[in-house]
C-alpha cells in the first residue's frame, strides 16, 4: 500500500497538504506541546515521513534543542524540507519500508496519520524494525485518527479511501487494540495514550511506545517477555 500511495504524494505538492492540514486543524501541531515532555532527554529525533515540514517548524517553534531528522520518501516533498528546513534538520530522502538513518533514534515520531499508509502486515513488519532501530530507552510515537472527517471516505470500518483531482490513497486505520498488539509484538512497551482535539475538533489520538530492551528481540528472536 505504500508503494501504491507514492505517486498520491508526487501530484498532490506543498501547498495542497498545507490546506489539509488547516482543514483538520493541525497546521499549528496542536500535538507538539503535548509531546515535549517526552523528548526532554532526548538527543535525536527522526520524524518519519515529514512531508513539508510542519513537525519539524513545531519541535523548533517548541523550543527542542536536539537534532532533527525529516525523513521523507517524496523526492518532490524532500525538495520542499530543503528549501524550508534545511536550518532546522537534516533532510534523509528514504523509505522506511527500505532504509532507515544509519544512527540510533532516542524517538521516533510517526505523526499525521503516517501509519495508515500501510496494510496491516506492514504496520506490524515496519514496527518491528522501529525497535530495532531505536536506543535502548527510546520511545516511538505513532498518531492517529479517531474520527475521519473532511479528507477520506470509509469503504468500511477500518479502510479509507481518498479520491481526489491528483490521485487516489488508500489507507487502513487499525484500532487502538490492533496498535497496541502490534507494538507488543514487536518488543515494546505501551506507556501513555495521549487523547487530544485539533483547532476544528476533530479528535485524534497519540501512542506512546517505550522500548523494553531485550537482547533476544534485538537479533530478531521473538520475545514474549513484554508488558502491553
Not at 533532510?91 to 499525521?112: C, G, H, Q, S, T
Not at 491528483?166 to 502490534?182: K, Q, V
Request: with cysteine; charged share 30%.
Amino acid at each position: 500500500m505504500n508503494d501504491a500511495n507514492i505517486d498520491f504524494y508526487r501530484r498532490i505538492g506543498a501547498d495542497k497538504l498545507r490546506q489539509i492540514a488547516a482543514l483538520q486543524g493541525l497546521e499549528s501541531a496542536p500535538e507538539i506541546p503535548l509531546l515535549m515532555p517526552y523528548l526532554e532527554n532526548s538527543s535525536l529525533v527522526v520524524e518519519i515521513g515529514a512531508g513539508y515540514g510542519r513537525i519539524v517548524k513545531a519541535l523548533r517553534d517548541n523550543g527542542y534543542q536536539g537534532k532533527i531528522i525529516a525523513q521523507e520518501r517524496c523526492p518532490e516533498l524532500s525538495q520542499v524540507l530543503r528549501e524550508s528546513c534545511q536550518d532546522k534538520a537534516e533532510i534523509f530522502e528514504a523509505d522506511i519500508k527500505r532504509e532507515l538513518y544509519p544512527r540510533k533514534p532516542d524517538v521516533f515520531l510517526w505523526m499525521w496519520s503516517g501509519i495508515l499508509e500501510f496494510t496491516p502486515q506492514e504496520q506490524q513488519e515496519v514496527l518491528i524494525q522501529l525497535y530495532k532501530h531505536l536506543q535502548p530507552n527510546g520511545i516511538l510515537v505513532v498518531e492517529i485518527p479517531r474520527e475521519i472527517r473532511y479528507v477520506g471516505k470509509p469503504v468500511d470500518e477500518r479502510k479509507i479511501v481518498v479520491e481526489a483531482d491528483w490521485g487516489r490513497l488508500e489507507a487502513y486505520l487499525p484500532s487502538e487494540e490492533e496498535l497496541i498488539d502490534y507494538a507488543r509484538k514487536a518488543g515494546f512497551a505501551h506507556k501513555e495514550t495521549i487523547h487530544y482535539q485539533t483547532t476544528t475538533g476533530l479528535k485524534r489520538s497519540m501512542y506512546i511506545f517505550g522500548k523494553s530492551f531485550c537482547p533476544e528481540q534485538e537479533k530478531g528472536h521473538k520475545s514474549e517477555n513484554v508488558v502491553a
